[in-house]
């Protein structure tokens, strides 16, 4: 049982690239989430998805899109990567527990942009 | 708007040690309270929660309980061991969309 997936888990882009970062749970969870972790700024959401077919900004959406491809699959895409986007990426899907649900995180993926 | 403010670390203690960490929180209206658990590499994983006033929650020696009145969650272990080393982020949910809020993470390192 791989729970959340995530790849790649680790990248390196020069500014102006594009990459798309992937997502997929085994869980059967409607909602599915991503965030960005910076040092001393905790976790900040960037967008999520409530089911499938429906995504909403979260605090931080500028610079990204997602796709919510099927009730699995959530990717994030960076069109054109600033070194602002320099972070730790994570995906997380929530149990469909109303208000009391647990998050499910993946391992992470790590993002350099020089 | 809702917010959870946590302990600054890092934290270093002694094996055996007991552990303090504070979280504060601000929501608007009756939210669920986590705490996650972060080891080095790896992604967050819940550690313990409660859902009301007065709930405590409990896993693996930690503890903490929903404390309304002074809008606290503080996270607590009698005796931390090496492996307990990691970093720990207070939480919050509530509201449409189960929106999550989460604290700045405490690191906390425990020596032989």
């Known amino acids: 049982n791989a729970g959340v997936t995530q790849t790649p888990k680790f990248q390196v882009l020069k500014t102006g690239q594009s990459m798309t970062l992937q997502c997929a749970q085994d869980?059967?969870?409607?909602?599915m989430y991503w965030y960005r972790q910076d040092p001393g700024m905790g976790l900040r959401l960037i967008y999520y998805s409530a089911s499938e077919g429906t995504t909403d900004k979260g605090e931080v959406p500028n610079g990204y899109n997602v796709s919510r491809l099927n009730k699995r699959e959530f990717s994030l895409r960076l069109e054109s990567a600033a070194p602002s986007q320099t972070s730790v990426y994570f995906c997380?899907?929530?149990?469909?527990?109303?208000?009391?649900?647990?998050?499910?995180f993946g391992e992470g993926s790590r993002l350099t942009v020089l | 708007g809702d917010s959870v403010t946590q302990m600054e670390g890092p934290v270093t203690l002694s094996e055996e040690a007991f552990l303090t960490i504070n979280c504060t929180y601000t929501?608007?209206?009756?939210?669920?309270l986590f705490w996650y658990v972060q080891y080095p590499g790896e992604g967050l994983q819940l550690l313990l929660k409660?859902?009301?006033?007065?709930d405590k929650g409990s896993n693996k020696g930690f503890e903490a309980t929903y404390r309304k009145e002074t809008t606290s969650f503080h996270l607590e272990k009698g005796s931390v061991q090496v492996s307990d080393s990691a970093v720990y982020f207070c939480?919050?949910?509530?509201?449409?969309?189960?929106?999550?809020?989460f604290g700045t993470g405490t690191s906390l390192t425990v020596i032989p």
């Open positions: 409660a859902t009301k006033a007065d």
């Open positions: 929501a608007t209206g009756y939210p669920s």
């Open positions: 997380a899907t929530q149990s469909p527990v109303l208000y009391t649900g647990e998050l499910f």
């Open positions: 939480a919050l949910s509530e509201g449409a969309g189960n929106q999550f809020y």
């Open positions: 869980m059967n969870h409607n909602s």
